[in-house]
């Protein structure tokens, strides 16, 4: 019986040893296998607390009969959540450089947004946004700090973009305090007008350069939060409805609640992954208009939470609204998400006039489900399931009649 061993093998080359501290220079677009790192994970998953809090001083105002009022404080402080989360998540994927500077000044970012998160309540109940503001501008420094690394780091049209970048937020952080200052009356004016001023910075700042942002990175950065939102949503409907079986021996009432949440919810996470968004994102101005008009799928999945919430305490005599507006509650944002992910989204992949209509029809038969009364949450579920349903079985004669022609 012979034996023989076999030649032990190289062991792998170390990496090369990299500073702690490195210029802030911009990544390659085309970079290959670009993922979404440890510490953007981390990041998305704190912000979504804050999310959390919106959610639930939503609910505590829709059930209390103070809709218009909870969802003008819902729009304000989701809108400060979520431009500090994109304004990171762009900028990451253009320059994420993952030395122990970056790591420390994002983690400020989510200290940042923690101490928003605190403020919330007060800012639904008592009208005080210190906390908010004061959260909003932590995160808006440490974004300033990321700016002025990278103009330290370049130089040309880069440099004079990256300074552009950190003067604007800087000026609009200073105009935000306008909340802490003016009346009530005059903080719908500010919000609208420091909304529009946000907005408008990337465009003025990047007509000097444009940043080297990443399809890939960038469509799955977007995936992966709506995916956290959206698991939000799952568990605060199902806290409630826990609660309410546990206090109130209520399940009949629940079950169908439950069930139609459960079902658009899943519907709305096929909808929204059944497309490579990615090949869409070619020039910075497509990319801008799908990542702003995200500002309304992130606050409507979030929403739609929020609604359930609603229906639930409904259901079970907790919340002074009629069925109405408990159903309203929960098909009005799950509509809007529809709308918007179509316009957005899926549009641009869904070929002839059937594909098309799929989304607005559900659309529009979800809120004709409001006037079903205790029935409205688990018909529009059953509507937004069919919807996937009939969408799958489109594309799936799309393919074959293809198939047929090129045999």
């Not at 218009?68 to 500090?84: M, T």
């Not at 994102?281 to 990319?287: D, E, M, T």
Request: net charge neutral; hydrophobic share 55%.
């Amino acid at each position: 019986m012979t034996s023989s061993t076999a030649p032990d093998s190289a062991p792998p080359p170390r990496p090369a040893p990299r500073r702690p501290l490195r210029r802030l220079t911009a990544r390659e677009r085309e970079e290959a296998h670009r993922v979404a790192s440890p510490l953007e994970l981390f990041f998305d998953l704190c912000f979504v607390v804050a999310i959390a809090q919106a959610g639930a001083q939503l609910v505590h105002s829709v059930a209390a009969g103070h809709a218009g009022e909870g969802i003008l404080n819902y729009a304000l402080v989701f809108f400060a959540i979520w431009w500090a989360w994109m304004n990171f998540t762009w900028f990451a994927s253009a320059y994420d450089n993952d030395d122990a500077l970056y790591r420390v000044v994002t983690l400020v970012q989510i200290a940042g947004v923690l101490v928003l998160a605190a403020g919330v309540s007060r800012a639904f109940e008592n009208h005080q946004f210190l906390l908010v503001w004061l959260g909003y501008a932590i995160m808006r420094l440490a974004m300033i700090t990321q700016w002025l690394r990278v103009a330290l780091s370049t130089d040309g049209a880069e440099r004079t973009m990256a300074l552009r970048y950190a003067g604007g937020v800087l000026l609009c952080m200073i105009g935000w305090l306008g909340l802490l200052v003016l009346p009530e009356s005059g903080r719908l004016w500010v919000f609208l007008v420091m909304a529009i001023a946000e907005l408008c910075v990337p465009l003025y700042a990047e007509k000097a350069f444009t940043t080297s942002w990443h399809p890939h990175h960038i469509s799955e950065r977007y995936g992966l939060f709506t995916i956290i939102v959206l698991g939000e949503t799952i568990a605060a409907a199902t806290v409630a409805v826990k609660s309410s079986v546990d206090e109130n021996d209520a399940l009949g009432e629940l079950l169908p609640i439950a069930a139609g949440g459960l079902l658009i919810v899943f519907s709305a996470w096929w909808i929204y992954f059944v497309v490579p968004i990615h090949g869409h994102l070619r020039s910075s101005s497509q990319a801008f208009l799908w990542g702003y008009g995200h500002y309304l799928i992130f606050a409507s999945a979030a929403a739609i939470g929020a609604g359930l919430e609603v229906a639930v305490e409904q259901a079970v005599g907790k919340a002074h609204i009629s069925t109405l507006e408990a159903s309203a509650a929960v098909t009005l944002p799950t509509a809007l998400y529809l709308l918007t992910v179509w316009l957005l989204h899926s549009r641009y992949f869904k070929v002839g006039i059937a594909q098309q209509l799929v989304l607005p029809t559900t659309a529009l038969l979800v809120i004709l489900c409001t006037f079903l009364g205790t029935w409205a949450v688990l018909a529009a579920g059953i509507v937004t399931g069919l919807a996937v349903a009939v969408g799958v079985t489109l594309t799936a004669r799309m393919t074959v009649r293809q198939g047929a022609r090129t045999a």
